[in-house]
């Protein structure tokens, strides 16, 4: 128990490194032997998630457990610390999931240039950044492990993009896909990051002015909030807005994901959809929020009208395209937009609501993107003008598109539906402070959002889906979905409708968390 | 899994007794999960089945049937059933709860029972209608579907779980009116219902975040209480949530404007059609304007006006679109809508009961007519009136049940629409609208009058179209004969006055409820009115029969009074669908491409214009002066301050001189800056 | 005159004798054997470690020659990144002039002198032994620089330098000079009790002094405006000549910079602060923009030292801001020194091994690297991101370092400053990011250049390999550096 205590979290930070090591001694030539062996690290790291979760005390939930904290770079007063709540506790699951789920579906679908172990050890790579963001408490850490997912998400971008040629307005010479896209991607969050850590580095020496040893310790500087004030609370929220929002990504910082997403393959966008997302919003709660609150509430009305700027743009800009995956990815945008609301609210509800909707996104969008990359393996495009009758050639893959398509705009009972409907409650009455007459405004635009967001997912499905198939595929045979396919997504099929059905799932444990958050950081104010 | 006991069963009850209801209340949930359970069996092992996943649906249907008779008998006579159960789905801070669960009273009650009735008539009808159709498993499916949803909704204790059904509702309709989705017609059809109900729902949606943070709760009981004892939190935003509220239940109660969707749902296969329009779907609004009667009744008092006003122009307007609809269907579509129209005027005004047992006898008339029509349509292979005639000699049964379903729809004594519209316009004198209960009786003349058009033109004269047609296989005629019976009988049940033994009377049964509600109900015919109505329908239905009757119906130019304006205003429906494609459009094409526009040129034009512009710069810093020298000044500087510059001229690719004079000129430049400047 | 401790000037002595080894056995031996002057001068630099360390355990101070001379944490810290470094670019070079085959023996000797000449600046605490050890650092480069003499571009480089340095270096003599002339000491020590005890922080002739120094030191680091021979010269010279300049002479210069900052003239803050402000973000700014035009791999990697150069000005800047950043200064500039060494240098071995096998520094030549030759690419992707200073490599810890070294202080002056250093890392990523991008995503073409390696790779291996490993352990564990920066940082008074 003490040992499991101990080390679960570790071992679920870094057995993915590990793996990717020793992934590395395998001669490249033995794919099955890389994949048997990445699947096996992935599943004992979800595994040691789920007993993490079944360990978890659901009671004592506002509360970090299993808990590390040993001296990492003593120089400057960085922690190894890490830590789970309730509130990082449901995004730390997934993220182990989606992992797995990423490796089955690799069995046997591989982008050119192949080279499965390469790709493997990069998303073992990407799986310790992402499970180490979830965990980290110590701003350094959390720092390292935010960074540490661009490398390989530049490189699975970089090396199994999509290779087709782009013009780029602004551009002379068309640009290959995927070109563009990992530099844009690298460059934006580089953008953001940098002045996060600029952020970082201010809340560290101030920490140290009531005469205390600076510390870069998240829950230490959340005691010690009344430091921070004024300009210069507003200045480092401001830095550190633009690395997470740059991440979430929110309007307009958003232009990187269409062409990341679109430029991804299939694995990359599932895991930039499923996970990679969460990490700013994430990054919102667990940092920005309860170590600045009182310039969280300045700031909260500039990020709520950014996220509902991000919810309808998202939803035009979705009407506009003709690639599915784009399409798919600008509905990221708005499904962000909601996430953001509910955070800018600053309420139990909101922030609630951004979590499960954190889970929601990437439960549904990580599956869409898993569907597109399945459609595009077998017409080979991905521009819906040439696809149609899908479900007439495909109809499992078909029916599991539209299950989809329909959690994605919020349809009640799944999973999709609570964090809209919370984002939307937590709007009408924000925090205590925040203007109610604004907030309200914010939440009939979202809610029109919503309409918007069905009109282009029923658009797109009556494109791809129905119709008869054009004669370019009529007489064809296609492959529905796999054996791998169907591993893959089954889980994720269950999940949205069980979080649908049961919110409790989430919400069971992030409830108390959130409430914890939101009492200690407005105490004052909100009574 | 927190279980809340029911801290509501304490409150008054408007019946004499109260009781549980023992197990049929305590697991009156299987009735929500039995269909949704079907849908899941069906969609999985469907099609390994004899038939197909027929036999799961109706199955689910029969069970339902048999559940809901029992509760329904337990609610009639002297006790009626009160029962809630709910289990904590989430709590999610703030002190609110999410909850499923469900709720037995005498108005879940009676749409249980309506439901499954009407459902298991259409189900099995529909498995004799789909025979040889495609996707028959996905079919039964989406209609357990559809079924399932409208239970989960009807039972729902709190205002979330309404919208789980409520949409669940619309996606069941999606699949189900678009189920030949070849057609790009058909998908459009299901398109534009879901998404005109989803417009309606931001109203929904809203109204129920209002009414859920104003009380800390969503339960229908908790509104109901505070209505009652006009609660000062939820007093200033009543108006609000009610019109809110109340623009959801437009869109699924296809009030006028949100009606659209509805005509063009007739896409969908026709056992769809009278499912959707009796027992689902559409009364869903009504049901949920009735759920939440105490926050008109008492609260949102000023929002009744608009309603009525909506309710008004649906049911005269869209009943005159009945008029001139070829389509047996389409007549039949908006001849819901103007019914929904009466229903929604009457809850509106105040008449609960009124509004409840409209929506309960048009139910099986209602959907007697589509089966009909589906009969007919099945044997003619048309939708369109114009091929049909004369069918009353090849279709015995289909005519007869068909002819009843008319003559109640028209409202003739003694059949069941007599009753509930009598009721109607009863409600509307007492409360005094005066002027929309004239406008109601001109609604009736209408009705009659088309119903009239309706059944000359099919059943009457010559036949019109190909082949020859036969009369359906039983399976399908049966399901007509038993729906024909309350179609026909079931307003006895609710004569103004008069109580049964045994079974008492619909109002009765209404009013087993947690909290009063005050609304009225007429104590005993007025027979001035009765008469008004019962002449407006006669008069209707004979001016249709002289218009369209024989040997009129087979003329081609049928329609002979083409009145200026208003013949082509109909021919468009009012241009409504219009105006709706036109936003669509906007939205669509210039909003959407210019949005795309901004993304693509603006905000991604600033993002590579800087990296364009660092790129010029870097050519510029590193080709203008890091390379060449900035020849001038610099030559100039180390001409004048090393001294080297002036003898020697570019050795080689030469720069060296210039190097040097720019380290001279680095440095006299930091000396001016440090000594000067800062 | 204090009687001297030998074992203080151990190191210095074993690098003088390899030194003169070397010379001697060069004479004696025959063309095809000449490696074992390479092997000599290995093994000098190796022994030389042995005494840095005994002292570094012992953790005595050492002072000679009235303190002109002394051995203490900083400098030994120093010797021994010198000596590393030296190391490294001896192993870099080994296969590099074999392959060349003449005047090895002159190579190393010439190399081994630079060497020494660092090594001596460590330990300078005077002005004298300062500019004698700079000029013993920078002379042979001179030299170096023009080895290739068959070559012309290698004889311009060579003559540019050395005409932009003596400039350089007689303006800082002159600046030395003044300083001298308004103390009347020469020592650091002195110095520094002279202007605050004569109140002459605020003179204009310290200033004067200052600045020429400044300009000195400019030189050495390349700094921008000082920087405009360093392209050229980078380019010119011999691979591994250009490594050496672009780390140890850069180091020397730095190293120089510091003592002299920091110990003699810790008062003029006002001259210096805004000066190296100045420098810093017009360092950062202009090599970085240049650096993206660049398509030829070893003028890219002189932009990005010269970018580097700028970041590693930022702590000064933030030393003379903050009331008591002068420590926290120097630590992250030696952190940032010791990291960028290694980095660096790896990053050059990368460039020079490829360079041999592709036959090309052009970047566009390089393309499809990675997948014929997986080992170098992923090395060129380690240390070139590294530079970018991307999690968890060690470069991360270094710009690290240097923000929090100016973010100390919460004025505008240091936060303009961050904000400068943060958009130029970005810009920064752009370039090194494009080598990685032609190494890895770009196709290989379709002759793939064979592996036609002529004389002994192992030592650049060797080199590869550990500058990997300190990149990638000092990445996740960055306390191994702070160690370093802390035993500088114990030289501010």
Redesign the interface.
């Known amino acids: 128990m003490d040992l499991l205590e101990s080390w679960a979290l570790s071992l679920i930070v870094f057995l993915p490194l590990v793996g990717a090591l020793v992934a590395l001694a395998i001669p490249k030539e033995r794919e099955e032997a890389v994949k048997q062996w990445t699947l096996l690290v992935s599943v004992v790291t979800l595994i040691l998630a789920v007993v993490v979760a079944a360990r978890f005390d659901f009671g004592a939930a506002a509360g970090f457990q299993f808990e590390v904290d040993v001296p990492w770079i003593s120089a400057i007063g960085a922690n190894y610390h890490i830590g789970i709540d309730g509130i990082s506790l449901p995004l730390l699951v997934l993220s182990a999931l989606v992992v797995v789920l990423c490796v089955i579906y690799s069995w046997q679908h591989w982008d050119e240039p192949r080279n499965p172990r390469a790709f493997l050890i990069l998303m073992m790579i990407l799986a310790t950044g992402m499970n180490g963001t979830f965990v980290a408490l110590d701003l350094v850490l959390f720092f390292i492990f935010f960074e540490l997912v661009l490398l390989p998400m530049y490189f699975m971008i970089g090396i199994w993009g999509d290779r087709t040629m782009r013009k780029i307005p602004g551009f002379r010479k068309e640009v290959e896909t995927r070109l563009y896209a990992a530099i844009k991607f690298f460059i934006f969050t580089l953008f953001g990051s940098a002045f996060m850590l600029l952020g970082f580095l201010a809340l560290y020496f101030k920490s140290g002015s009531g005469g205390q040893q600076s510390t870069f310790d998240i829950p230490e500087l959340i005691a010690r909030g009344h430091l921070f004030e004024g300009t210069f609370a507003w200045l480092v929220f401001g830095a550190m807005f633009l690395g997470f929002a740059v991440k979430v990504p929110m309007w307009p910082f958003h232009t990187w994901l269409p062409d990341a997403h679109t430029a991804a393959p299939t694995v990359g966008s599932v895991l930039l959809a499923a996970i990679l997302l969460k990490l700013g919003s994430y990054a919102f709660i667990r940092i920005a929020i309860p170590i600045l609150p009182d310039t969280a509430r300045d700031w909260a009305p500039a990020i709520a009208v950014l996220a509902v700027i991000g919810i309808i743009y998202g939803s035009l800009a979705c009407l506009a395209q003709t690639d599915v995956k784009r399409l798919i990815a600008f509905s990221s945008v708005g499904h962000m937009g909601f996430v953001m609301l509910g955070i800018a609210t600053l309420t139990e509800v909101g922030i609630n609501a951004a979590i499960i909707g954190m889970v929601a996104h990437g439960l549904i969008t990580g599956l869409l993107f898993f569907l597109a990359g399945s459609i595009h393996h077998r017409y080979h495009t991905r521009e819906m003008s040439r696809l149609g009758g899908n479900l007439k050639l495909m109809p499992v893959m078909g029916g599991i598109l539209g299950f989809t398509a329909m959690a994605s705009l919020g349809l009640p009972g799944l999973a999709g539906f609570w964090g809209e409907f919370m984002a939307l409650l937590g709007s009408y009455q924000p925090l205590p402070g925040l203007s109610t007459s604004f907030f309200r405004t914010a939440m009939v635009i979202g809610a029109i959002g919503t309409v918007l967001t069905a009109g282009y997912m029923l658009w797109m499905l009556q494109k791809v889906n129905l119709g008869e198939p054009s004669s370019e595929w009529a007489g064809k045979e296609f492959q529905d979905v796999d054996r791998y396919e169907m591993a893959a997504w089954a889980p994720l099929i269950v999940l949205i409708v069980a979080v649908g059905v049961y919110p409790r799932l989430v919400l069971g444990a992030t409830t108390d968390a959130v409430v914890g958050l939101v009492e200690t950081a407005f105490r004052a104010v909100g009574g | 899994m927190g279980v809340s006991a029911s801290p509501h069963l304490a409150a008054e009850s408007a019946a004499a007794v109260a009781t549980t209801g023992g197990i049929f209340s305590e697991w009156a949930g299987l009735m929500l999960i039995g269909p949704i359970l079907a849908f899941l069996v069906i969609v999985l092992f469907g099609k390994r089945m004899r038939h197909q996943g027929a036999e799961v649906a109706i199955g689910a249907m029969a069970f339902n049937l048999v559940w809901s008779s029992a509760l329904l008998l337990l609610n009639m006579g002297d006790s009626g059933v009160l029962y809630e159960r709910s289990l904590e789905i989430a709590s999610v801070g703030g002190g609110l709860v999410f909850e499923l669960g469900w709720i037995v009273d005498g108005l879940s009650i009676m749409m249980y029972w309506v439901v499954a009735a009407v459902g298991l008539a259409v189900f099995i009808y529909a498995h004799g209608y789909m025979k040889g159709e495609v996707r028959v498993t996905f079919f039964f499916a989406a209609l357990s579907l559809f079924a399932g949803s409208m239970l989960v909704l009807v039972g729902s204790p709190n205002l979330v779980q309404l919208i789980i059904g409520w949409e669940g509702v619309g996606l069941a309709s999606y699949l189900l009116i678009g189920h030949h989705w070849e057609l790009k017609e058909n998908s459009s059809a299901a398109m534009k219902a879901f998404y005109t109900n989803k417009v309606a729902d931001v109203g929904l949606v809203i109204g129920v975040i209002i009414i859920g943070i104003t009380l800390g709760s969503f339960h229908f009981w908790d509104l109901a209480s505070a209505a009652a004892e006009h609660s000062a939190a939820l007093g200033p935003v009543a108006v609000a949530a009610g019109l809110l509220l109340f623009f959801g239940a437009m869109g699924k109660s296809a009030q006028f404007p949100l009606h659209i969707w509805l005509p063009d749902a007739m896409a969908g296969p026709t056992p769809v059609s009278a499912l959707m329009h009796a027992a689902t779907m559409v009364t869903a609004g009504i049901y949920l304007m009735a759920r939440t009667f105490p926050l008109y009744q008492e609260l949102a008092t000023a929002a009744r006006p608009w309603m009525i006003a909506a309710g008004t122009v649906t049911l005269f307007g869209m009943g005159l679109l009945a008029l001139v609809a070829d389509d047996i269907k389409r007549v039949l579509a908006y001849s819901t809508v103007s019914q929904l129209g009466y229903m929604m005027t009457a809850v509106a005004a105040g008449g609960y009961t009124a509004g409840l047992f409209h929506l309960f006898t048009h139910a099986f008339f209602k959907a007697l007519l589509f089966l009909g029509a589906g009969s007919v349509i099945h044997a003619v292979h048309s939708n369109n009136m114009s091929d049909m005639g004369g069918l009353r000699r090849h279709m015995p049964d289909t005519y007869r049940t068909f002819v009843m379903g008319a003559l109640a729809l028209a409202g003739v004594f003694p059949l069941s629409g007599f009753w509930s519209k009598d009721e109607i316009l009863a409600t509307l004198g007492y409360e005094g609208y005066t002027v929309v209960m004239w406008i109601a009786v001109a609604g009736a003349f209408v009705t009659a009058f088309y119903m009239a058009r309706a059944v000359a033109l099919t059943f009457f004269g010559e036949f019109r179209g190909h082949g020859e047609p036969h009369e359906s296989p039983p399976i399908m005629t049966r399901p007509l004969w038993a729906l024909a019976v309350p179609a026909v009988l079931a307003g006895v049940v609710n004569i103004p006055g008069l109580k049964l033994p045994w079974i008492g009377n619909f109002t009765s049964w209404l009013s087993v409820r947690s909290v009063p509600m005050g609304d009225h109900h007429a104590e005993a015919i007025d027979l001035g009115l009765a008469a008004a109505g019962l002449a407006a329908a006669v008069a209707g239905l004979w001016l249709g029969w002289v218009a369209f009757g024989p040997p009129a119906a087979d003329r081609t130019d049928r329609d002979r009074v083409e009145v200026p304006v208003l013949y082509p205003l109909l021919r468009q429906k009012y241009y409504l669908d219009h105006a709706a494609l036109g936003l669509v459009w906007v939205i669509r094409q210039p909003a959407a491409r210019a949005v795309n526009w901004v993304n693509d040129y603006v905000i991604d034009g600033v993002v590579n214009g800087v990296g364009a512009l660092c790129q010029r710069l870097a050519g510029l810093l590193y080709g203008g002066v890091d390379q060449h020298g900035i020849d001038g000044v610099v030559h100039g500087l180390s001409w004048g301050t090393s001294g080297m510059g002036g003898m020697i001229r570019r050795i080689q690719s030469g720069r060296v001189q210039q190097y040097a004079g720019l380290l001279v000129a680095g440095l006299l430049l930091l000396a001016v800056v440090v000594l000067f400047v800062l | 005159m204090t009687r001297i401790d030998w074992l203080a000037i151990a190191p210095e002595v074993v690098v003088a004798a390899a030194l003169l080894v070397v010379l001697a056995v060069d004479l004696f031996l025959p063309r095809e054997r000449k490696y074992w002057v390479a092997a000599l001068a290995v093994v000098g630099t190796t022994l030389a470690m042995v005494p840095v360390i005994l002292m570094a355990v012992s953790g005595d101070n050492y002072s000679m020659f009235g303190g002109s001379y002394v051995v203490d944490d900083f400098a030994l810290v120093l010797k021994g990144v010198f000596l590393v470094a030296g190391y490294l670019v001896l192993l870099i070079s080994v296969s590099y002039i074999e392959s060349d085959r003449y005047y090895q023996g002159e190579y190393y000797l010439l190399l081994l002198s630079s060497l020494l000449g660092s090594m001596v600046l460590t330990s300078a605490r005077d002005l004298v032994v300062l500019f004698v050890a700079l000029e013993l650092t920078t002379g042979p480069l001179f030299l170096l620089a023009g080895w290739r003499k068959g070559d012309?571009r290698s004889n311009?480089a060579s003559?540019?330098f050395f005409?932009?340095g003596v400039?350089?270096t007689g303006?800082m003599l002159y600046g030395m000079s003044l300083l001298f002339g308004l103390t009347g000491e020469l020592s650091f020590e002195g110095i520094r009790e002279a202007i605050s005890t004569g109140g002459m922080a605020s003179e204009?002739v310290l200033?004067?002094a200052v600045?020429?120094i400044?300009?000195g030191f400019?030189?050495k680091v390349s700094a921008?405006?000082?920087h405009?021979?360093a392209?050229?010269t980078y380019q010119g010279s011999p691979p591994p000549v250009t490594a050496y300049l672009s780390v140890s002479s850069k180091l020397a210069g730095f190293v120089a910079m510091l003592a002299v900052i920091y110990l003699a003239l810790p008062a003029a803050t006002d001259?210096w602060g805004?000066?190296l402000w100045?420098?810093a973000a017009v360092s950062m700014t202009?090599a970085n923009?240049?650096?993206?035009?660049?398509s030829h791999l070893i003028r890219l990697l002189a932009y990005s030292s010269v970018a580097q150069a700028g970041f590693m000005l930022v702590p000064f800047a933030g030393g003379a801001i903050a009331e008591n950043g002068l420590s926290e200064g120097l630590g992250a500039t030696v952190i940032y020194l010791v990291i960028y060494a290694v980095m660096n240098l790896g990053a050059f071995a990368v460039v020079i091994a490829g360079g041999r096998r592709i036959g090309s520094y052009e970047i566009a030549d390089w393309r499809g690297l990675g997948?014929y030759s997986p080992r170098l690419g992923v090395m060129l992707a380690v240390f070139f991101?590294s530079l970018a200073g991307?999690?968890?490599l060690a470069g991360?810890?270094a710009k690290?370092?240097m923000?929090?070294a100016v973010?100390?202080s919460?004025g505008p002056a240091g936060?303009w400053l961050?904000?400068i250093a943060?958009?130029n890392?970005?810009?920064a990523?752009?370039y090194y990011?494009r080598v990685v991008?032609s190494a890895?995503?770009d196709q290989a073409p379709d002759e793939i250049p064979e592996d036609t390696e002529t004389g002994p790779t192992g030592p650049l291996s060797l080199a590869m390999g550990i500058a990997l490993v300190v990149v990638l352990v000092v990445g996740v564990?960055?306390?191994l550096a702070?160690?370093f920066?802390?035993a500088a940082a114990a030289l501010v008074p």
Do not use: C, H, N
Not at chain 3, 289 to 294: D, G, N, V
């Open positions: 012309l311009e003559l540019k005409i932009i400039l350089s303006l204009p200033g004067l600045l020429l400044l300009v400019g030189f921008v405006p000082f405009f021979w392209p050229d001259f805004p000066a100045l420098m202009v923009l240049s650096a993206l035009r660049q997948s991101l991307l999690p968890p991360w810890f690290f370092v923000f929090r973010l100390i919460t936060v961050a904000v943060a958009v890392a970005v810009v990523f752009y990011a991008k890895w995503f564990f960055p306390g702070t160690f920066g802390d």
